[in-house]
Structure formats: structure tokens, C-alpha cells
């Protein structure tokens, strides 16, 4: 299961921090990544994190957004600053998992941040 929170109202050059609870999942064998839906268009990737570690953040957040795991709490925060308006979307949590022969999508709950100029 994934839960995300952290989401809110943020000003413009603000920072805001999500971040995605997980349960029974192994993040070794699991691709973890953020997602965020704008009110009316797709759903988008932000940024993931492999098993291995390995991050990837999308182009218009690369400078702006941090993607991080505590193996520990089984826990991915998404730490996002230089907020822009445009940030503004439904931000949803995503678990990759990977099995022998297949891989199964887990998705959270959205959770809306709202960014103000």
C-alpha cells in the first residue's frame, strides 16, 4: 500500500516536501516514482528512483526537485523547491514492483499541491 501526504498550498520559490509510506514492498525489487496530474491533461512523471538507487527527474524539475528513500522507514520523499505556479497538480505516488516473470503497478492516492504566484 502507498500513502502519500505532504501536499498544501506553497508560494511561488517555496519549498514544499511529499512524501510516499509504504507497506510490503521491497524497495531493492521495486522502481518508486512521483507522478502529478494538471487539471485537465495528463498524468506525467516528475521522478523515480530505480532499485539500485539510480534517480531520474523530469526536465522540468531536474534543478528544482530532490527524489530520496529511507529503506529504514520504507518511506520516498519528494522535496520540491523553486516552486512555480505551474507545479500546481495532483501528485501521485507509484510503486514499480518487479517480480520473476512480471512487474504490478501499486499507485497511491493523489495528494494536491497548490502553488500561488
Known amino acids: 500500500q502507498l500513502q502519500a501526504s505532504g501536499g498544501g498550498e506553497g508560494q511561488a520559490g517555496g519549498s514544499l516536501r511529499l512524501s510516499c509510506a509504504t507497506s510490503?514492498?521491497?524497495?531493492?525489487?521495486?522502481?518508486m516514482a512521483w507522478y502529478r496530474q494538471r487539471p485537465g491533461e495528463q498524468r506525467e512523471l516528475v521522478a523515480q528512483?530505480?532499485?539500485?538507487?539510480?534517480?531520474n527527474l523530469a526536465d522540468s524539475v531536474k534543478a528544482r526537485f530532490h527524489i530520496s528513500r529511507d529503506v529504514d522507514n520504507n518511506v520516498v520523499d519528494l522535496q520540491m523547491g523553486s516552486l512555480r505556479p505551474e507545479d500546481t497538480a495532483v501528485y501521485y505516488c507509484?510503486?514499480?514492483?518487479?517480480?520473476?516473470?512480471?512487474?504490478?503497478?501499486?499507485w497511491g492516492r493523489g495528494t494536491l499541491v497548490t502553488v500561488s504566484s
Open positions: 507509484k510503486a514499480e514492483v518487479y517480480y520473476v516473470l512480471s512487474t504490478r503497478d501499486f
Open positions: 510490503g514492498i521491497q524497495f531493492r525489487h521495486t522502481r
Open positions: 528512483i530505480a532499485g539500485d538507487g539510480t534517480t
